[in-house]
């Protein structure tokens, strides 16, 4: 059976707690991605995806500044990322970290390796590095369109 580190994205891109929901967002458009991580003095504290930063940001306010006083301040992606991360070893099974995306609910695992976090998995890494073709690898591995 494969393993995660087998099918894991590396290198990382991570954000600071304090960050603006505009600038993660423009970190996400420049770097093509969907998710990054939330890293805190170089400790994992959360993971953000578009879908929070719309879902969890933007959704809830009429504009992505909250009004606090005569100056707007930025709201923050440690205030809308997910805090409670579920990982994975990279030496683990892929079927393991398939199994702990289907228990939590989630479609993207950090790869921790001790402390350190080296990488992130998602569920079209696991489909696309299966040792049966799916429509989801298909999918997963198709070039992006924009």
Same mark, same amino acid.
């Given at each position: 059976?494969?393993?995660?580190?087998?099918?894991?994205?590396?290198?990382?891109?991570?954000?600071?707690?304090?960050?603006?929901?505009?600038?993660?967002?423009?970190?996400?458009?420049?770097?093509?991605?969907?998710?990054?991580?939330?890293?805190?003095?170089?400790?994992?504290?959360?993971?953000?995806?578009?879908?929070?930063?719309?879902?969890?940001?933007?959704?809830?306010?009429? @504009?992505?500044?909250?009004?606090?006083?005569?100056?707007?301040?930025?709201?923050?992606?440690? @205030?809308?990322?997910?805090?409670?991360?579920?990982?994975?070893?990279?030496?683990?099974?892929?079927?393991?970290?398939?199994?702990?995306?289907?228990?939590?609910?989630?479609?993207?695992?950090?790869?921790?390796?001790?402390?350190?976090?080296?990488?992130?998995?998602?569920?079209?890494?696991?489909?696309?590095?299966?040792?049966?073709?799916?429509?989801?690898?298909?999918?997963?591995?198709?070039?992006?369109?924009?």
């Amino acid at each position: 059976m494969p393993f995660v580190r087998e099918a894991m994205t590396a290198p990382l891109v991570a954000v600071d707690p304090h960050a603006s929901l505009v600038e993660v967002a423009q970190v996400m458009r420049d770097q093509d991605l969907g998710e990054v991580l939330v890293v805190d003095d170089e400790q994992l504290v959360g993971l953000v995806t578009d879908r929070d930063l719309v879902v969890r940001g933007l959704a809830r306010m009429n @504009s992505p500044r909250q009004r606090s006083g005569p100056d707007p301040t930025p709201i923050t992606v440690g @205030s809308v990322c997910s805090r409670d991360v579920v990982s994975v070893a990279p030496e683990e099974e892929m079927s393991a970290a398939a199994e702990l995306m289907r228990r939590h609910g989630v479609r993207r695992l950090p790869v921790v390796d001790g402390d350190q976090v080296v990488g992130i998995v998602s569920l079209g890494d696991l489909a696309v590095n299966a040792e049966r073709p799916s429509a989801l690898a298909d999918i997963s591995s198709a070039p992006p369109t924009r």
